[in-house]
Protein backbone atom coordinates (compact mmCIF):
# COMPACT_ATOMS: atom_id res chain seq x y z
CA UNK A 1 0.00 0.00 0.00
CA UNK A 2 1.22 3.68 -1.05
CA UNK A 3 1.57 6.56 0.91
CA UNK A 4 -0.63 8.21 -1.63
CA UNK A 5 -4.35 9.18 -0.54
CA UNK A 6 -5.55 8.84 3.14
CA UNK A 7 -9.39 9.96 2.75
CA UNK A 8 -11.46 8.47 5.21
CA UNK A 9 -15.33 9.25 5.05
CA UNK A 10 -15.40 11.01 8.12
CA UNK A 11 -12.83 12.40 10.51
CA UNK A 12 -13.18 10.00 13.46
CA UNK A 13 -11.59 7.54 11.13
CA UNK A 14 -9.33 10.01 9.53
CA UNK A 15 -5.41 8.75 9.72
CA UNK A 16 -3.59 11.31 12.23
CA UNK A 17 -0.88 13.35 10.81
CA UNK A 18 2.53 11.15 10.69
CA UNK A 19 0.58 8.02 10.85
CA UNK A 20 2.23 5.59 7.76
CA UNK A 21 0.52 2.97 5.61
CA UNK A 22 2.31 0.11 7.60
CA UNK A 23 0.91 1.25 11.07
CA UNK A 24 -2.36 1.67 9.48
CA UNK A 25 -2.40 -1.69 7.87
CA UNK A 26 -0.56 -2.97 10.95
CA UNK A 27 -3.49 -1.80 12.84
CA UNK A 28 -6.25 -2.62 10.59
CA UNK A 29 -4.37 -6.56 10.88
CA UNK A 30 -4.40 -6.46 14.67
CA UNK A 31 -8.25 -5.28 14.75
CA UNK A 32 -9.09 -7.89 11.73
CA UNK A 33 -7.37 -10.51 14.67
CA UNK A 34 -9.20 -8.94 17.44
CA UNK A 35 -12.51 -9.67 15.42
CA UNK A 36 -11.58 -12.88 14.98
CA UNK A 37 -11.09 -13.32 19.17
CA UNK A 38 -14.90 -12.27 19.52
CA UNK A 39 -16.10 -15.15 16.93
CA UNK A 40 -13.98 -17.17 19.24
CA UNK A 41 -15.94 -16.49 21.97
CA UNK A 42 -19.11 -16.14 20.66
CA UNK A 43 -18.07 -19.69 19.79
CA UNK A 44 -17.34 -20.36 23.41
CA UNK A 45 -20.60 -19.06 24.35
CA UNK A 46 -22.09 -20.97 22.15
CA UNK A 47 -20.30 -24.75 23.10
CA UNK A 48 -20.97 -23.48 26.71
CA UNK A 49 -24.95 -23.12 26.09
CA UNK A 50 -25.26 -26.31 23.87
CA UNK A 51 -23.22 -28.70 26.88
CA UNK A 52 -25.44 -27.31 29.51
CA UNK A 53 -28.49 -27.95 27.37
CA UNK A 54 -27.10 -31.41 26.70
CA UNK A 55 -26.67 -32.07 30.21
CA UNK A 56 -30.22 -31.39 30.91
CA UNK A 57 -31.40 -33.42 28.50
CA UNK A 58 -29.95 -36.40 30.47
CA UNK A 59 -32.07 -35.89 32.91
CA UNK A 60 -35.11 -36.89 30.41
CA UNK A 61 -32.87 -39.72 29.33
CA UNK A 62 -31.79 -41.47 32.57
CA UNK A 63 -36.18 -40.88 33.23
CA UNK A 64 -36.70 -43.03 29.75
CA UNK A 65 -34.04 -45.24 29.90
CA UNK A 66 -35.32 -45.98 33.76
CA UNK A 67 -39.02 -46.49 32.45
CA UNK A 68 -37.93 -48.68 30.10
CA UNK A 69 -36.26 -50.88 32.47
CA UNK A 70 -32.92 -50.44 31.41
CA UNK A 71 -31.45 -49.05 35.02
CA UNK A 72 -27.78 -50.23 34.36
CA UNK A 73 -27.51 -47.39 30.98
CA UNK A 74 -29.01 -45.25 33.77
CA UNK A 75 -27.11 -45.60 36.40
CA UNK A 76 -24.21 -45.25 33.85
CA UNK A 77 -25.63 -41.88 32.23
CA UNK A 78 -26.49 -40.43 35.81
CA UNK A 79 -23.22 -41.46 37.32
CA UNK A 80 -20.66 -41.01 34.53
CA UNK A 81 -21.90 -38.08 31.99
CA UNK A 82 -24.58 -36.14 34.00
CA UNK A 83 -22.78 -32.74 35.53
CA UNK A 84 -19.15 -34.61 34.34
CA UNK A 85 -16.69 -31.74 33.92
CA UNK A 86 -15.93 -30.97 30.47
CA UNK A 87 -11.85 -30.22 31.23
CA UNK A 88 -10.29 -31.18 34.58
CA UNK A 89 -12.19 -29.52 37.41
CA UNK A 90 -14.28 -27.56 34.71
CA UNK A 91 -17.69 -26.97 33.93
CA UNK A 92 -17.96 -24.84 30.65
CA UNK A 93 -19.05 -21.60 32.48
CA UNK A 94 -15.43 -21.36 34.26
CA UNK A 95 -13.92 -22.12 30.63
CA UNK A 96 -15.62 -19.07 29.05
CA UNK A 97 -14.32 -17.21 32.41
CA UNK A 98 -11.17 -17.95 32.31
CA UNK A 99 -11.12 -17.26 28.42
CA UNK A 100 -12.63 -13.35 29.44
CA UNK A 101 -10.60 -12.63 32.26
CA UNK A 102 -7.41 -13.96 30.47
CA UNK A 103 -6.93 -14.25 26.78
CA UNK A 104 -9.95 -12.27 25.34
CA UNK A 105 -9.38 -9.29 28.25
CA UNK A 106 -5.35 -9.42 27.15
CA UNK A 107 -6.35 -8.91 23.47
CA UNK A 108 -8.51 -6.24 23.74
CA UNK A 109 -6.27 -4.44 25.85
CA UNK A 110 -2.97 -4.83 23.79
CA UNK A 111 -5.73 -3.48 20.69
CA UNK A 112 -6.75 -0.71 22.32
CA UNK A 113 -3.67 0.33 24.18
CA UNK A 114 -2.03 0.29 20.09
CA UNK A 115 -4.69 2.49 18.51
CA UNK A 116 -4.05 4.67 21.41
CA UNK A 117 -0.54 4.79 21.24
CA UNK A 118 -0.43 5.17 17.22
CA UNK A 119 -3.62 6.32 16.04
CA UNK A 120 -4.80 8.35 18.93
CA UNK A 121 -7.31 5.74 19.72
CA UNK A 122 -9.19 5.92 16.29
CA UNK A 123 -10.66 2.64 15.16
CA UNK A 124 -11.49 1.34 11.53
CA UNK A 125 -8.80 3.71 9.53
CA UNK A 126 -7.73 1.07 7.28
CA UNK A 127 -11.24 0.18 6.32
CA UNK A 128 -12.15 3.90 6.40
CA UNK A 129 -9.57 4.76 3.85
CA UNK A 130 -10.74 1.23 1.45
CA UNK A 131 -14.17 2.57 1.70
CA UNK A 132 -13.31 6.14 0.84
CA UNK A 133 -11.22 4.27 -2.37
CA UNK A 134 -14.05 1.64 -3.38
CA UNK A 135 -17.15 3.73 -3.32
CA UNK A 136 -18.27 5.49 -6.20
CA UNK A 137 -18.77 8.92 -5.34
CA UNK A 138 -22.31 10.43 -5.90
CA UNK A 139 -23.84 6.99 -6.25
CA UNK A 140 -26.52 5.95 -4.02
CA UNK A 141 -25.72 3.33 -1.27
CA UNK A 142 -22.03 4.73 -1.94
CA UNK A 143 -22.55 7.62 0.92
CA UNK A 144 -19.65 8.92 2.65
CA UNK A 145 -21.78 8.83 6.19
CA UNK A 146 -25.35 8.48 7.24
Known sequence: MEDVKHEAADGSHSRPPGVNDS???ALGELSKALETIHRVRGHLYSAHQLVGGADLTLDRVVKLLREAGHDETADRVEHELLGRNV????WTFQIVEEFDDGYYAAFQEIERDAREKLAGGRRHIFEAEMKERRRTHG????E???
Open 139 to 142: MPGH
Open 144 to 146: ATP
Open 87 to 90: LPGR
Open 23 to 25: TVE
